[in-house]
Nanobody, 111 residues
Framework: VQLAESGGGPVQAGGSLRLACVMS????????MAWYRQGSDNIREKVAV???????EYPDSVRGRFTISRDPTSKTLYLQMDDLRPEDTAVYYC??????WGQGTQVTVST
């Protein structure tokens, strides 16, 4: 299984970005998939997960601003991020079953 993120970059506070994670290999699209981020504190935080049932969960820090979705046709996992804040600055990683990881994409939010 290989994962490749894209869509990061610099953005001003209040702006939006959509991250994409293209998956290849033996991927079952009903399996759990997630987005994590790792900021300057080096702590990896889960910011969105879509479970085997299709339910979605978010921590308080991003709920209402971030939306996870997936498209099996294009083999892509997405993270729509709205109303971005400087504290959202981090490297964002996609994960498949918390076992496979992408290389990360940097998101930098400026005031």
């Amino acid at each position: 299984v290989q994962l490749a993120e894209s869509g990061g970059g610099p953005v001003q506070a209040g702006g939006s970005l959509r991250l994409a994670c293209v998956m290849s290999g033996r991927v079952f699209w009903l399996d759990s998939m997630a987005w994590y981020r790792q900021g300057s504190d080096n702590i990896r935080e889960k910011v969105a997960v879509i479970s085997t049932s299709g339910s979605k969960e978010y921590p308080d820090s991003v709920r209402g601003r971030f939306t996870i979705s997936r498209d099996p046709t294009s083999k892509t996992l997405y993270l729509q991020m709205d109303d971005l804040r400087p504290e959202d600055t981090a490297v964002y990683y996609c994960s498949y079953r918390d076992r496979y990881w992408g290389q990360g994409t940097q998101v930098t939010v400026s005031t």
